[in-house]
């Protein structure tokens, strides 16, 4: 399987170079890019202390157009273990985008879900050495209902835009809205109800942003489980997600926040491998059907593109209630050596009320350059 992704993507790269030998125009602007970040990080938390250099994500894509109207991107991610839904190498991205008009654009393929300002982020411009919590676990990272590692993305299809120009030409609206399998990347759908995820924000003055986010479907498996009853077939778990975003960007400060409510059961176990016991394990989590969230950062210029100090508030209850919440603070700093490649430091002092031993330390050094 790895072999044989790595030789396609070569492949493609070949051909694609070949292509703009030839000067062809019905395919045009065909470019290599990726990213890597490096990472070091070491955590106090007591019977889980750890230290240790990681590779955090290396990704390559080629991307491109077609015949003027229609963009085009396929992105492969190498990080991981090789064994697992998880693993390295993966497709994360694979579509295609009508971009005629710009009130109205058309995607349809393998790409981000429609939810939260931080999910299409870029993980080095999101700033931090992760997504927040309630990104992560609500918007289809390791997502709390127990579908495996999808970098919050799904296969479907979408619409979007943006509309009514000020005086200055600038638009002040943007909605977005999809229909997605409903099961992560690279998955076919379980119980033929697919997600419908969208969202829309207004942007009264340059570089700020006021939206709201909304999610309804479900996340389903093929197996049997024991509780309620117990029984096999499919069990499928609806899911009811919404979110409030609000950022701000001015003169290199980055001002973001966001809130999100879910709304569904989960299953116990996380899937991992589709040749194992859980893609088949359909008992629920202990967990119950609420969940939320909230973090606020900011990142303040010391020099102007080039140092930063930066801080945040990330907060997250797995459950209806305070009891098994998580809270991280974190203080940090960055600084560029270049716009495609920089240094990070941050802090984060942890309080989990799920551990006996509540709070612990994490530090974490990060070395991310793009090409």
């Not at 963009?71 to 990080?79: E, M």
């Not at 809205?177 to 942007?203: P, S, T």
Request: proline share 2%; net charge positive; with cysteine.
């Amino acid at each position: 399987m790895k072999k044989g992704i790595i030789i396609a993507l070569l492949a493609f790269i070949a051909i694609s170079t070949k292509a703009q030998e030839k000067k062809q125009t019905w395919i045009n602007n065909v470019k290599l890019s990726g990213y890597s970040i490096i990472q070091y990080q070491a955590s106090s938390q007591e019977e889980a202390k750890s230290n240790s250099f990681n590779l955090r994500i290396a990704r390559v894509s080629l991307d491109g157009r077609i015949l003027k109207d229609f963009y085009w991107k396929a992105q492969i991610q190498f990080n991981g273990n090789t064994s697992t839904l998880g693993s390295s190498p993966k497709v994360v991205d694979l579509f295609v985008e009508w971009q005629k008009y710009d009130f109205f654009r058309v995607k349809i393929g393998q790409f981000k879900n429609p939810f939260t300002y931080e999910n299409p982020m870029n993980p080095i411009d999101q700033g931090f050495m992760g997504y927040g919590q309630v990104v992560q676990k609500l918007a289809g990272f390791s997502d709390r209902a127990g579908a495996h590692s999808s970098n919050g993305r799904d296969i479907g299809l979408q619409f979007q835009g943006d509309f009514l120009k000020n005086a200055n030409g600038r638009n002040l609206i943007h909605y977005q809205v999809g229909v997605f399998n409903g099961q992560g990347i690279n998955m076919k759908d379980v119980d033929e109800q697919k997600n419908i995820i969208g969202g829309a924000w207004v942007m009264p003055v340059p570089g700020m942003r006021i939206g709201a986010f909304g999610w309804t479907g479900s996340y389903a498996r093929k197996g049997t489980w024991t509780d309620g009853g117990g029984g096999n077939g499919v069990r499928k778990l609806q899911q009811r997600r919404y979110a409030f975003s609000a950022e701000y960007l001015v003169d290199d400060w980055t001002f973001r926040s966001e809130y999100i409510h879910s709304t569904g059961y989960a299953f116990a176990q996380t899937l991992t491998n589709t040749d194992n016991a859980t893609n088949t394990n359909c008992n629920l989590s202990s967990n119950g059907d609420k969940a939320q969230g909230v973090y606020a950062l900011i990142i303040a210029p010391i020099i102007k593109k080039k140092v930063h100090v930066k801080g945040r508030y990330d907060m997250y209850q797995p459950t209806g209630d305070s009891n098994k919440q998580k809270t991280q603070y974190e203080i940090g700093a960055d600084y560029l050596f270049h716009k495609n490649f920089q240094i990070s430091a941050e802090y984060s002092f942890v309080n989990d009320k799920s551990l006996s031993d509540r709070n612990y330390g994490i530090f974490d050094v990060e070395v991310a350059y793009r090409f």
